[in-house]
């Protein structure tokens, strides 16, 4: 079993709609927790952390469940420029982040 | 949050001939970190540079094949050695603490 799974997509959405993100992580001692946008021949790029209590950022909002190890990505009200990939991404304390592979959005008009 | 630059940008190289990247960094970093994007795929780590000792290289990965130097705390260098097809990829380097990492660019490479 891989350290991080996601969604494999793609989501293929119109503008306006909202798309939910999923990923599973199986390390328990996991404790810090991410998600990262990556556009198409770029860099990922720090989205959002995410925290037990979950959190917002405008469009987005992202949660965290440690029972069943299961973290969450948001997006309402979808726009062109979510277009991307966007990455979960998992480290324990004094541990590498392990990068899930990633779940393709492409919003259409 | 840190600037990151790489060199090259991309290159097309032969079988057999090795590549060295560069990743500078306009602020002085503990953590330095290299990885892999192969196509299609996620990254993976190859391995952690440290100043003033030796990378910590990742499971599948071994200092002959990608030596890393790391002369300070705003430089770093990747080499890909005796290159082959199957290393065509983007290589990245990244910085940061722990519960946060910023990237470089990204080098992409072609091997012939």
């Known amino acids: 079993r891989k350290e991080v799974e996601q969604d494999p997509g793609p989501f293929n959405v119109p503008e306006g709609a909202t798309v939910a993100f999923n990923c599973t992580y199986s390390?328990?001692?996991?404790?810090?927790f991410f998600w990262y946008r990556q556009d198409c021949r770029k860099e990922p790029k720090l989205l959002m952390s995410?925290?037990?209590s979950g959190n917002e950022d405008g469009r987005f909002t992202a949660q965290l469940n440690r029972a069943s190890q299961y973290i969450s990505l948001l997006i309402r009200d979808s726009k062109l420029s979510d277009s991307a990939t966007y990455l979960c991404?998992?480290?324990?304390?004094?541990?590498?982040?392990?990068f899930g592979p990633g779940t393709r959005l492409s919003v259409l008009p | 949050s840190a600037v990151i630059s790489q060199k090259p940008s991309r290159d097309i190289c032969q079988r057999g001939t090795s590549l060295t990247i560069q990743c500078q960094v306009d602020?002085?970093?503990?953590?330095m970190f290299w990885y892999r994007q192969q196509p299609g795929q996620s990254l993976t780590l190859i391995a952690t540079?440290?100043?003033?000792?030796?990378?910590?290289?990742e499971s599948g990965f071994v200092i002959d094949k990608f030596p890393i130097s790391r002369p300070n705390l705003t430089f770093s260098t990747l080499t890909v050695s005796n290159m082959s097809p199957e290393d065509s990829s983007i290589y990245l380097c990244?910085?940061?603490?722990?519960?946060?990492?910023?990237f470089g660019p990204g080098t992409r490479l072609t091997v012939l």
């Open positions: 990244s910085v940061g603490p722990y519960n946060e990492q910023f």
């Open positions: 390390n328990s001692a996991s404790q810090s």
């Open positions: 995410v925290y037990s």
């Open positions: 991404v998992v480290n324990s304390y004094g541990q590498n982040f392990v």
């Open positions: 602020s002085q970093v503990t953590m």
């Open positions: 540079a440290n100043q003033g000792s030796e990378a910590t290289y």
